[in-house]
Nanobody, 127 residues
Framework: QVLLMESGGGSVQAGGSLRLSCAAS????????MFWYRQRPGAEPEGIAA???????TYVDAVRGRFSISQDSAKNTLYLQMNGLKPEDTAMYYC?????????????????????RGQGTKVTVSS
């Protein structure tokens, strides 16, 4: 069993930054692939960033160049550094984990497939 708890959300003005954290516990074998996804108001969940235990990472176009995913294995914590925030980034942000992910890009396309998911943290960006 993997437990995930996000923190770091809040309200910022456009152009600002936030760093989200996701504290993880449980089997590391079940956390070989870690993800951030979001759900904007009235929209379907959207995978945005992923990192694999071998260091491979990927982003969707909407956040590439502005967001950065990283993890501290010693602290069992996943991060999402978000810079240059835009009003359209307003959403609930979730971290997720899975034991395998041959293709991170493919995995991001369907967040409903993530085996373990946190409760989310809210990000609001005002113009």
């Amino acid at each position: 069993q993997v437990l995930l708890m996000e923190s770091g959300g809040g309200s910022v003005q456009a152009g600002g930054s936030l760093r989200l954290s996701c504290a993880a516990s449980g089997s590391t074998d079940d956390r070989k692939c870690m993800f951030w996804y979001r759900q904007r108001p009235g929209a379907e969940p959207e995978g945005i960033a992923a990192i694999r235990s071998d260091g491979i990472l990927t982003y969707v176009d909407a956040v590439r160049g502005r967001f950065s995913i990283s993890q501290d294995s010693a602290k069992n914590t996943l991060y999402l550094q978000m810079n240059g925030l835009k009003p359209e980034d307003t959403a609930m942000y979730y971290c997720a984990a899975d034991s395998s992910c041959a293709s991170l890009t493919w995995a991001l396309r369907d967040p409903s497939r993530f085996r373990y998911r946190g409760q989310g943290t809210k990000v609001t960006v005002s113009s």
